[in-house]
């Protein structure tokens, strides 16, 4: 039997892959952080829907440590490239 919460996380780092491919060949600086927010955000939901199936915290606990050390990150970046965050 296939598991859907599997498959979903499957599908979901598919479209974060899709999404970090667009972070490496756009020109835009604007762009490159919207399709970075959209990785960080595909690849956290990805690694819920891991952790639902595979039935542990652990994983879970990892994604919302990398999901909060990546948002920090581009705050940051946004900051230092003088992008506007207020």
Do not use: E, P
């Amino acid at each position: 039997m296939i598991d859907t919460w599997l498959l979903a996380s499957a599908c979901l780092a598919l479209l974060t892959l899709g999404a970090l491919f667009r972070v490496v060949r756009t020109k835009s600086r604007n762009d490159r952080f919207l399709a970075a927010l959209v990785a960080v955000t595909v690849g956290s939901a990805a690694g819920l829907a891991l952790s639902i199936s595979q039935g542990t915290l652990f994983i879970l606990d990892i994604t919302i440590v990398l999901a909060l050390l990546c948002f920090t990150a581009l705050v940051a970046a946004a900051r230092y490239t003088g992008g506007d965050v207020s």
